[in-house]
């Protein structure tokens, strides 16, 4: 099978090199600009596979293989559609997650092969979230992907009911913390923890006309139990 593929990120590149190795793939092209795309018409690829490709696919590349177009997404679709699912999931408390689907015009609406949920806690920071979503996203397409070699694949429409779609630019609006805002403190805590993700600056305010980059710790009782039973710095050594 002759297969472009479109990717840029760490689990693309993963997914790319797993594609290689496979007997049956004759991987002809690795694109990762828009500008790329007109390739495709020459090419003329069986499939087009995306994972991390950060561009809008037109209608005209879409219908150029004859066995469609796959795209791996990081979240759990139709929930957290769009740009940074894995912030969105812990601020609007959504399922985290991957989903193989198939592109269409929209963005993140074509219908869904296989979902694969990823377990979450009070502790987990977005970069946490994002790095156990990028095994997922490896995990999914690799199990998917001897039934899309074989023709046999299955997929179902998106149940629109659960549709939550996001942009880059309510990120951007996320990240700037407005110090008279008024706001429940689980809702700040899990701000906090989703826009968390070292080495960026994500979340940011500005007191007195200086600007402030602010991450979150939060850890659980637990954590310090197989520690040394020194109360030093605990409530009960003051």
């Known amino acids: 099978m002759d297969v472009v593929f479109l990717g840029t990120n760490n689990y693309g590149r993963d997914i790319y090199d797993w594609l290689c190795d496979r007997d049956g793939v004759n991987m002809r092209a690795m694109l990762t600009e828009s500008d790329q795309l007109d390739?495709?018409?020459?090419?003329?690829?069986?499939?087009?596979?995306?994972?991390?490709?950060?561009?809008?696919?037109?209608?005209?590349?879409?219908?150029?293989?004859?066995?469609?177009?796959?795209?791996?997404?990081p979240g759990v679709l139709p929930a957290t559609r769009g740009f940074n699912p894995n912030v969105w999931s812990i601020v609007d408390d959504l399922p985290a997650g991957a989903t193989v689907h198939y592109m269409d015009e929209g963005i993140d609406t074509g219908d869904v092969i296989a979902t694969r949920a990823v377990e979450t806690s009070f502790a987990d920071t977005g970069k946490d979230v994002y790095?156990?979503?990028?095994?997922?996203?490896?995990?999914?397409?690799?199990?998917?992907?001897?039934?899309?070699?074989?023709?046999?694949?299955?997929?179902?429409?998106?149940?629109?009911?659960?549709?939550?779609y996001y942009r880059k630019q309510e990120f951007i609006e996320l990240c700037e913390l407005d110090p008279d805002e008024q706001v429940?403190?689980?809702?700040?805590?899990?701000?906090?923890?989703a826009l968390?993700?070292?080495?960026?600056?994500?979340?940011?305010?500005?007191?007195?006309?200086?600007?402030?980059?602010?991450?979150?710790?939060?850890?659980?009782?637990?954590?310090g139990e197989d520690k040394a039973e020194d109360t030093y710095g605990t409530l009960s050594s003051y």
């Open 39 to 73: 390739l495709l018409s020459t090419i003329g690829p069986d499939l087009i596979v995306a994972a991390g490709f950060t561009h809008i696919v037109p209608p005209e590349v879409l219908s150029i293989p004859e066995k469609g177009c796959l795209n791996v997404h």
């Open 131 to 164: 790095q156990r979503v990028e095994r997922a996203c490896v995990e999914l397409f690799c199990e998917v992907w001897p039934e899309v070699e074989a023709g046999t694949v299955e997929s179902r429409e998106q149940d629109e009911a659960g549709e939550n």
């Open 184 to 193: 429940r403190a689980i809702d700040f805590l899990n701000r906090l923890r």
């Open 196 to 223: 968390t993700f070292p080495p960026f600056d994500n979340a940011h305010i500005e007191i007195n006309g200086e600007q402030y980059y602010v991450d979150i710790d939060i850890r659980t009782a637990a954590d």
